[in-house]
């Protein structure tokens, strides 16, 4: 009787886990989503925490010690994502690097305040209280930030150069770019509408995320329905505040800030780009270089707007590299000092 017991209580342990993941995936795939996300990230070592400026919250995860040899990281990410966008990114990064990435003002964990906050400006402000707040700021530390965050890290390293031993952009708004990106094009056509219907990163519907991915993604990502479901439940209802961030990045004080401020970025920089990305058009890796004669561009081939999701080992290779070689030009300056 005592082994039959035994045996009945092994089977429900073994079972319910199983029945959980079918369940949740069928009938709340967001939460299957967030659960396969937190399982990441411990799986990578990050911890989730909180940091406070005032009443003002910031949510990022973690890993490693700042203090080591190498830099910290600070991972930016871009619009209507979250901080876990990098996680295939962080799993190519040495497991010693001390790496922070931040849910921007409104994402995610992050608070939502109002349009004050989500300009570029405003977001620069945010961060940089965010970096305050958590001690970033105690040594130089690199700064890598992709499409609204690259905008965003672009005008940080032209505000604050003494904070920063490097800079990475990937795909980074707010330039003027030299040919207009299928994404840019669809702009010009909404502005003619003050109230759109659909902004195509704004999806309402599974039509509209796939056509999303499709913009964002050289090579469409194959996911099931239930995993489309469960991205589109956890974005659905945050699509207000999406609108109300994505008119303040649009709007004439935001549109072209890193453009506007790359005289000022004398930060040692690396831009990476997609050949075939979609939202903004490679032509802006062009401008970067011009503005800034000593930056290091890498065009992807077979690439789209999503560096850290299309090409995350060789993204995080290069960011790598490029600390590298940046401490050993540090190190040779100190030593012939």
Not at 62 to 68: D, I, K, L, W, Y
Not at 127 to 142: A, M, N, T
Not at 314 to 333: H, P, R, T, Y
């Amino acid at each position: 009787m005592e082994e039959s017991s035994t045996a009945v209580m092994l089977g429900t342990v073994l079972v319910l886990p199983v029945f959980v993941f079918v369940t949740s995936l069928c009938f709340r795939p967001g939460v299957f989503i967030n659960a396969y996300n937190w399982f990441w990230r411990r799986k990578l070592g990050l911890t989730v925490r909180y940091s406070y400026s005032g009443s003002y919250r910031f949510c990022y995860f973690c890993r490693g010690t700042a203090g080591n040899a190498a830099p910290s990281l600070l991972l930016l990410h871009g619009f209507s994502a979250a901080k876990d966008m990098w996680l295939p990114f962080v799993k190519h990064l040495p497991r010693g690097q001390h790496v922070v990435c931040v849910d921007m003002p409104g994402h995610e964990g992050t608070s939502r305040t109002g349009a004050e906050d989500y300009s570029i400006r405003g977001q620069v402000a945010r961060i940089h209280q965010f970096v305050q707040s958590v001690g970033l700021d105690k040594r130089p530390f690199h700064l890598v930030g992709t499409s609204m965050g690259g905008n965003v890290a672009g005008v940080y390293a032209a505000t604050y150069p003494a904070q920063l031993s490097g800079l990475t952009l990937m795909c980074p708004a707010g330039l003027v770019y030299p040919t207009e990106s299928e994404f840019i094009s669809r702009l010009r056509e909404l502005e003619k509408n003050p109230q759109p219907a659909s902004i195509p990163l704004i999806p309402s519907t599974h039509q509209e995320l796939e056509d999303m991915l499709r913009l964002c993604c050289f090579n469409p990502i194959k996911l099931s329905r239930q995993v489309l479901r469960g991205l589109l439940d956890n974005r659905l209802h945050h699509n207000d505040f999406y609108r109300e961030v994505f008119m303040e990045l649009v709007d004439e004080k935001s549109r072209h800030s890193l453009h506007e401020n790359l005289h000022l970025i004398k930060t040692p920089l690396q831009v990476l780009w997609g050949k075939q990305d979609q939202v903004l058009d490679v032509s802006g890796a062009s401008v970067l270089q011009a503005a800034v004669p000593d930056s290091q561009v890498v065009l992807f081939d077979n690439c789209g707007h999503t560096l850290a999701l299309e090409r995350p080992r060789l993204s995080a290779k290069l960011v790598m590299d490029f600390l590298s070689v940046q401490e050993a030009n540090n190190k040779d300056v100190k030593d012939h000092s």
